[in-house]
């Protein structure tokens, strides 16, 4: 078989402190590190905000800020251009 895209909606638990801060870095990562470990390199990957009340305040909005950051449409990350799309 082969993975030609990925799906993920998550971010409600990590409405806190320690992890919300982290957020983008370990999101960068996990789509880094799927990619890589099911031999996908060039997989799609959407991402979908929703986590509790996304994007209007505290932990929320800023797990949605680093969701939409990732979007290969900021130009953030080159290498996600045209392949990872976040969809609020």
Request: positive net charge.
């Amino acid at each position: 078989y082969v993975i030609r895209g990925f799906v993920w909606w998550q971010g409600h638990k990590d409405q806190n402190a320690a992890l919300a801060s982290r957020y983008e870095l370990n999101l960068i990562n996990l789509i880094q590190h799927l990619r890589e470990d099911f031999q996908s390199p060039s997989a799609k990957f959407v991402l979908a905000t929703g986590c509790g009340n996304p994007g209007t305040q505290g932990f929320g909005l800023q797990i949605a800020e680093a969701q939409l950051a990732v979007d290969g449409r900021s130009g953030k990350i080159e290498s996600f251009r045209g392949n990872v799309r976040c969809v609020d």
